[in-house]
T-cell receptor
Framework: GAVVSQHPSRVICKSGTSVKIECRSL??????MFWYRQFPKKSLMLMAT?????????EQGVEKDKFLINHASLTLSTLTVTSAHPEDSSFYIC???????????????FGPGTRLTVL | GENVEQHPSTLSVQEGDSAVIKCTYS??????FPWYKQELGKGSQLIID?????GEKKDQRIAVTLNKTAKHFSLHITETQPEDSAVYFC?????????????FGRGTQLTVWP
């Protein structure tokens, strides 16, 4: 159980275009989804936290107008990288958590990641 | 905020040997400490976690220990195998807080030589 999928796994786009990445919890309801960015040989950097039905909370330094997050249902969150530039090339990983399941259980289940390359 | 330090950054062991990765944290209120394994080009997989009400947890070849007083926790892998080769991340969080945010260590590249 507790499977999280991401789509696409890999995307290459031209500079200036927008790219949407989907994160789905397949067998549980995710009240909260987290979006991370990872550079080569670096740790995961939290970009934003999204709660179903409300606006995402962005970390300091992350442009909310550039990285649009939508968490419209308990099983789907999307990250849209708008007007992508080569410096946005990175590995984007989502994780999902059901904070209702058990009071105090914050286990996060990670998706397999999306490799974005902006030419 | 929380600061998680992880050591070593790289670790090479012979197949069958044990591997130990250590992490320290700064916020004494942190109470949940998961470990993640990330294989090349893939997302992170939770391999084991420990909560602050216990000092040790074991799952087959993997164990985690927690010293709340010293604010450090360690991952122990025994009888290592080549498929254990990956990057391992430790993390800390305050379980039950509103955001459930994880603070990650920088990762340890473990290489197991056959």
């Amino acid at each position: 159980g507790a499977v999280v999928s991401q789509h696409p796994s890999r995307v290459i786009c031209k500079s200036g275009t927008s790219v949407k990445i989907e994160c789905r919890s397949l067998d549980f309801q995710a009240t909260t989804m987290f979006w991370y960015r990872q550079f080569p040989k670096k740790s995961l950097m939290l970009m934003a936290t999204s709660n179903e039905g409300s606006k995402a909370t962005y970390e300091q330094g992350v442009e909310k107008d550039k990285f649009l997050i939508n968490h419209a249902s308990l099983t789907l969150s999307t990250l849209t990288v708008t007007s992508a530039h080569p410096e946005d090339s990175s590995f984007y990983i989502c994780s999902a958590s059901d904070l209702r399941a058990f009071m105090g259980t914050d286990t996060q289940y990670f998706g397999p990641g999306t490799r974005l390359t902006v030419l | 905020g929380e600061n998680v330090e992880q050591h070593p950054s790289t670790l090479s062991v012979q197949e069958g040997d044990s591997a130990v990765i250590k992490c320290t944290y700064s916020d004494s209120a942190s109470n949940y400490f998961p470990w993640y394994k990330q294989e090349l080009g893939k997302g992170s997989q939770l391999i084991i976690d420990i909560r602050s009400n216990v000092g040790e947890k074991k799952d087959q070849r993997i164990a985690v220990t927690l010293n709340k007083t010293a604010k450090h926790f360690s991952l122990h892998i025994t009888e290592t195998q080549p498929e254990d080769s990956a990057v391992y991340f430790c993390a800390a969080s305050k379980e039950g807080s509103t955001l459930g945010r994880l603070y990650f260590g920088r990762g340890t590249q473990l290489t197991v030589w056959p």
